[in-house]
């Protein structure tokens, strides 16, 4: 896949899946574009996530 190929597709996700204006999708960081597309895919069950995480696991009980 070319740039041209990945920069339209991502354009197309972020303003038709995602909601977002032209605008907004040009003025934000890739990392979070890509963050934003990834949450979303699992939203609808199109991905898993690597680790499923609690929050026991962040946050340990004391006792």
Known sequence: MSDEELFTRLLYYSTVQLNRTE???????????????????????????????TIDDIIPTVI
């Open 23 to 53: 605008e907004e999708v040009w003025l934000m960081p890739v990392g979070y574009l890509l963050d934003l597309w990834e949450c979303h895919k699992q939203f609808l069950g199109l991905s898993k996530p690597k680790r499923m995480l």
